[in-house]
């Protein structure tokens, strides 16, 4: 089955800098790649998702990225701020049609 | 649209009891999955149902541990009997047929503590 590894767990950065945050994937058939942003004591929500015929997706301040041949894709978040604290989630479907998470990264936004 | 719902949405007892968790899908979604989430395991996949069948149950703990999906709009996650490490978070969550199948609607979650 599908296996989805993600890095860094924790993440600080300041406000206004970038954040990136990286998963891999083992099953070359999984073809969906969602990310969930979880705040303190919420569920998950999804943020951001992109597919495997695609390489990037923006949304204002998200992007995604998604590097098939190397099984990786990546969250990166622009311009940071206070709320964008939380908890993401990096997930994959796999060929089975289940959604593997990544076990999440804790994002700190620094003042 | 409530979004996925689910009760209760705290609940305390004590280990032997029997607990059993609601949830109740966004009306059309034809997935629903159960998880589980704690801050040793993160979100774990517990079972998933497609049109009420089960399809996946492999990530079913044990045999303590048993789902059911009468119909399309309710479902339960049973725990018989329940033990201290069961205490976690249990998330349903559901999704739409085709290509939005991905894309995991989640509820507020059941906050579950077994002394």
């Known amino acids: 089955g599908e296996n989805v590894e993600q890095h860094p767990s924790t993440l600080s950065v300041q406000e206004g800098d970038s954040a990136v945050i990286k998963c891999t994937y083992s099953d070359s058939a999984s073809n969906y790649f969602p990310w969930y942003k979880q705040e303190l004591g919420k569920r998950p929500q999804l943020i951001i998702d992109?597919?495997?015929?695609?390489g990037e997706k923006k949304d204002q301040r998200i992007a995604v990225t998604l590097n098939k041949t190397a099984k990786h894709f990546s969250l990166h978040i622009t311009e940071t701020q206070p709320e964008d604290s939380a908890v993401y989630f990096c997930a994959a479907r796999g060929r089975d049609d289940k959604i593997i998470f990544g076990k999440g990264t804790r994002l700190h936004i620094l003042p | 649209d409530a979004g996925v719902i689910q009760s209760p949405r705290h609940e305390v007892t004590e280990m032997g009891q029997e607990v059993t968790l609601r949830c109740k899908p966004i009306s059309g979604h034809d997935y629903l999955f159960w998880y589980r989430q704690t801050m040793m395991r993160g979100l774990e996949l517990l079972i998933y149902?497609?049109?009420?069948?089960?399809?996946?149950d492999s990530g079913m703990p044990e045999d303590r541990f048993s789902a059911k999906m009468p119909n399309a709009s309710f479902s339960t996650l049973k725990i018989q009997p329940s033990e201290p490490r069961d205490s976690a978070v249990y998330f349903c969550a559901s999704s739409a047929p085709g290509g939005g199948r991905g894309t995991q609607y989640f509820g507020p979650g059941t906050r579950l503590l077994v002394l």
């Open positions: 992109i597919r495997s015929n695609v």
């Open positions: 149902f497609n049109n009420n069948v089960p399809i996946d």
